[in-house]
């Protein structure tokens, strides 16, 4: 008898699942972008103890086949790429069919959904990545998810859960970020059952960004709308009398999609550098359109950071267009700049 052994595959999910699911902002952001892929127009989202207990996404969207439900607990199934070259063609925001499947090997998942074309829904539960029930009931049309108890089943990672307060603002941001990229969809937040933002999902960014931060901000943007060589910028900049103790507000968008990039936050830092005091940040939203070909979204399991691949120009065309944006803006601003 040899001494390698075949993981199980629920063990196998629960290891992949560290990649996956760091914590309750990452279930949170992978279950709304299922709904977004399923072209839901409302998406709400209610959290009790930061995500830590229990997390709900539940969706207008086009619902699952009941013949479906279960294969969308497998590692790698998916309706969303067919083989590799989908992935250069790619639409969705979900690709690598490993979501649900991570999510339900260390958590109590259930799934009640409804598919458009059926008058009836069906429910599923799992724990520990077991189907325990798996029947027709009565429901919508559109998806709900629920999410209970978090790591029940490797304490050594629940462990490393923070605050509640400190996870709820991991949620926050998320949601923040998904519902920019997404004005078309009207987004709600509840914690603890109290409602903590609602977005018109009018496709109206300025609306978006006036419900989620406030008039202040909203009222102090400039919109940004630049374009140089195969990269596009749009969205908005805040004027830099307002800023930020540190990088919160700034979101950035590679062809719709939330994204962390630190190139893109040095380039506008560096436009505003003589604008705000140092250890101050700038407030933007902006929107990079980009040959997908140059962005490599496959870097990060949760395709959290992205890589750019010609990084000198896309740095200098943000930059640039950052600084044009602001010096357009005021007097006061275009002499800061020049000297
Ligand atoms: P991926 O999104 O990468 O395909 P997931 O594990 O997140 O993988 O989801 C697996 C499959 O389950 C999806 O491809 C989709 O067919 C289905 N699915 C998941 N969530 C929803 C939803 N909210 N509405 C409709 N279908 C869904
Ligand atoms: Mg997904």
């Known amino acids: 008898m040899g001494e390698i052994k075949q993981l199980p595959q629920n063990v196998a999910n629960q290891i992949s699942a560290g990649e996956v699911v760091e ?8 279950l709304i972008e299922n709904s977004i892929d399923a072209g839901a127009k409302n998406i709400e989202v209610r959290v009790k103890e930061g995500g830590k207990k229990f997390i709900k996404v539940k969706d207008d969207g086009h619902g699952i086949l009941p013949e479906d439900i279960k294969a969308a607990f497998n590692r790698y ?6 083989d590799i070259d989908d992935l250069y063609s790619l639409y969705s925001l979900g690709f690598r069919g490993e979501a649900l499947a991570s999510i339900a090997s260390v958590a109590e998942v259930e799934m009640l959904s409804r598919h458009k074309s059926k008058e009836n829904g069906v429910k599923i539960r799992l724990k520990g990545g077991e189907v325990i029930e798996n029947k027709p009931a009565a429901s919508t049309i559109g998806t709900e998810v629920k999410v209970r108890d978090l790591f029940y089943n490797t304490p050594a990672r629940y462990k490393y859960l923070k ?7 991991h949620i926050i941001r998320i949601v923040n970020a998904e519902a920019v990229a997404n004005n078309e969809i009207s987004f709600k937040l509840y914690h603890n059952n109290k409602q903590l933002l609602s977005t018109p999902g009018n496709g109206k960014l300025k609306d978006c960004i006036y419900a989620l931060y406030g008039e202040e901000i909203a009222d102090n943007l400039l919109a940004i709308d630049i374009e140089d060589r195969y990269i596009k910028l749009s969205g908005y900049i805040a004027r830099p009398e307002k800023t930020r103790a540190g990088r919160s507000h700034e979101l950035f ?7 962390h990039n630190n190139l893109a936050a040095k380039a506008v830092e560096n436009a505003y550098s003589k604008l705000i005091d140092p250890g101050r940040k700038p407030i933007v939203f902006l929107f990079i359109k980009i040959n997908p070909i140059l962005v490599d979204v496959n870097v ?6 992205v890589k750019f691949s010609r990084s000198q120009i896309i740095y200098d065309v943000i930059s640039k267009g950052v600084r044009k ?12 700049l020049n000297s």
Do not use: Q, W, Y
């Not at 605050?163 to 603002?169: C, D, G, W």
């Open 163 to 169: 605050t509640t307060s400190t996870e709820f603002s």
């Open 300 to 305: 990060h399991p949760t395709k959290k950071e």
């Open 253 to 259: 968008f590679a062809n719709g999609r939330p994204i």
């Open 325 to 336: 944006t602001l010096k357009a803006a005021d007097p006061t601003t275009r002499i800061k």
């Open 77 to 82: 199934a998916t309706s969303k790429i067919k």
């Open 23 to 30: 914590r309750p902002a990452s279930i949170v952001k992978e």
